[in-house]
């Protein structure tokens, strides 16, 4: 199994241009997430899907949009990159709701927006 | 609202030394805690959990209980070593969905 996988690993952006961030999991997870991580921030919610056709926002989503392709698939796009978005973006996911909590990260992609 | 307040890093200690990362949090109802680690350039793995109160939490060599009546869940190590070295992360969950709350993250530094 290869958990949970991300890509590109690293992507650098002029301000203004869009990208899209894939992450898919073979974890059978119904819910997934997306957290970027800034220094002295910690991680911060994106968006989640708590399950196959939902989405919400979670603390900080403006600038972003998600799609959840599939159970498997859980996609983050940047409709015009700034340089606020500079960060390292993970995604993970975790069995459903009222279980342990326990959520399997990727390996993380980092961005730059010049 | 729920949050997580851990203790600033860098945190820099020699191999063999006692570890302690503190970790407090505010939170309604009963939360489960957690600890995750991340290594360098990798994404986050859970290193141990507590679900309930007094229950104490292990792996690797490190521990933490869950005090409710001190809203805490410190991590501890006897023994650092140096491939300890990474950020850890406290983190709670609350209510019925899986979302996480982190704290700011720890940086630990072990020397030989």
């Known amino acids: 199994n290869a958990g949970v996988t991300q890509t590109p690993k690293f992507q650098v952006l002029k301000t203004g241009q869009s990208m899209t961030l894939q992450c898919a999991q073979d974890?059978?997870?119904?819910?997934m997430y997306w957290y970027r991580q800034d220094p002295g921030m910690g991680l911060r919610l994106i968006y989640y899907?708590?399950?196959?056709?939902?989405?919400d926002k979670g603390e900080v989503p403006n600038g972003y949009n998600v799609s959840r392709l599939n159970k498997r698939e859980f996609s983050l796009r940047l409709e015009s990159a700034a340089p606020s978005q500079t960060s390292v973006y993970f995604c993970?996911?975790?069995?459903?709701?009222?279980?342990?909590?326990?959520?399997?990260f990727g390996p993380g992609t980092r961005l730059t927006v010049l | 609202g729920n949050s997580v307040t851990q203790m600033e890093g860098p945190v820099t200690l020699s191999e063999e030394a006692f570890l302690t990362i503190n970790c407090t949090y505010t939170a309604t109802g009963y939360p489960s805690l957690f600890w995750y680690v991340q290594y360098p350039g990798e994404g986050l793995q859970l290193l141990l959990k507590?679900?309930?109160?007094?229950d104490k939490g292990s792996n690797k060599g490190f521990e933490a209980t869950y005090r409710k009546e001190t809203t805490s869940f410190h991590l501890e190590k006897g023994s650092v070593q140096v491939s300890d070295s990474a950020v850890y992360f406290c983190a709670l969950k609350g209510g019925a969905t899986n979302k996480l709350i982190f704290g700011t993250g720890t940086l630990l530094a072990v020397q030989p």
């Open positions: 507590a679900t309930k109160a007094d």
């Open positions: 899907s708590a399950s196959e056709g939902t989405t």
């Open positions: 993970a996911g975790s069995l459903s709701s009222g279980t342990s909590g326990q959520q399997f």
């Open positions: 974890m059978n997870h119904n819910s």
